[in-house]
């Protein structure tokens, strides 16, 4: 049996390549800031001139029983990923003129194959 970190861990790997083969150009992984971290950072070539930039929240659940895991990012969480988007841009100024977006990415089931289901613009800064 493998710990919750190995999960984890794994879960956002299997994201990160999820994305990749949709277009998406990875910017940076698992950056942490004080009160929250971003475990993916991405961009997203497609839509609008010059790309958008996109938070991305991995969550694993081994059963959807109790709902997915982006009913699992509650409004704490929210206020905690919109803060360390903050910082990751006033730390990455050629990003902070840039459109933003917040997806969630929920995996599910086994944790060495795990399901998918990416959801683009999750929520919003302007929600918290």
Known sequence: MIDRKARGDRAEAAARDHLLRAGLREVAANANYRGGELDLVMLDPSGHEGGMLVFVEVRYRQSRAFGGGAASVDIGKRRKLVHAAQLFLGEHRRYAQ???????????????????????????????
């Open 98 to 128: 840039m459109p933003c977006r917040f997806d969630v990415v929920e995996a599910d089931g086994d944790p060495e194959t795990p399901r998918i289901t990416w959801l683009r613009d999750a929520f919003r800064a302007d929600d918290i």
